[in-house]
């Protein structure tokens, strides 16, 4: 969620100019590295430590958000040039820690109190139970933060992009929590199916797997973040190899993109059951699912019966928790 809600911020930067310099220290109780990065989309700049340990540079930057990273680590920073801005944090409580003083602190701090705020903050509004009480959740949620906007030595330019961005928010969190709603539902009933292509030849049926697990990857050759989770799903495929468990990889790539697909599975040599829906995003079984966003996974048990119709990425631990808890 962190990850979503800093793409969203990083999509609403802004593009002014400005004459000086932000004035950037950082002193870092047990770092991960010795050099923080601070970057856009269209800016890196990277800080090494002094020998105290101390992170300092000035550099020109246009008002926005930026991510910093510390090699372990992210946060995400709003900066413009005439800052003067000391941060301080304990990398083994990253969250919980990190705090501003000087030009530039009260826009910093807010975003540093979001993130914590904002923490568990799908799970939540996923548990709010139907549509009025996610509308209700998600004005509550807007309430409180513009209330802290509303200070008047809080930059302009800040204010206007935060509260865009809290609308943005606000729409994206809404789908994704009515889709956790919907899945919720679909707990314990039986799986919807299907009877697709496979990549080695033939029709491959849900029903082909009755007695055995099945831990489904919806996902597309043109979807980064599916790619992104394709070593994990490796790693977790050799883990469960020969368990009472079936990994299908189900593509949603168009018709156009059929030469793409196939091609991408026989020259990345793609593991467990690797087949393609008949008609991508309006296929059946994505349909009865809700899918609406990739890469998105589903755990069937051995009687084709739903354990989660929207489960944890080959990436995320509990995955494999879960996993060995159903395959001992």
Known sequence: MKKILLLLLLAATGTYAQADKVKFTAKIQNRNSDTLVIRSRAFTKNIIADKKGVFTDSFEAQPGIYQLFDGTEYATLYLKNGYDLSMTMDAKKFD???????????????LAQKTIGDENILAEVGAAGDE???????????????AALNDKDIDANFKSMMGQQLKGEAEQLKGMALQSI???????QQSPTFAYENFKGGT?????????????DVWATWCGPCRQEIPFLQ?????????????????????????KWKKMVGDKKLGGVQIIADNDWKSAFTQAYGVNSIPRFILIDPQGKVVEAD??????????????KLLK
Do not use: C, W
């Open 96 to 110: 919980e820690t990190i705090a501003f003083k000087g030009a530039g602190s009260k826009e910093n701090n807010f």
């Open 132 to 146: 009025a009480a996610v509308d209700k959740y998600l004005a509550a949620r807007t309430a409180k933060y513009e």
């Open 182 to 188: 919907q899945a919720n539902k679909m707990k314990g």
């Open 204 to 216: 491959t049926k849900l029903e082909d797997f009755k007695g055995k697990y099945v831990y489904i």
């Open 235 to 259: 790693k977790v495929e050799e883990k469960y190899h020969g368990k009472n468990i079936e990994f299908v990889s189900l593509s949603i790539d168009t018709k156009k993109d059929y030469e």
């Open 311 to 324: 489960a944890k990425r080959p990436s995320d631990p509990a995955l494999q928790e879960q996993l060995d």
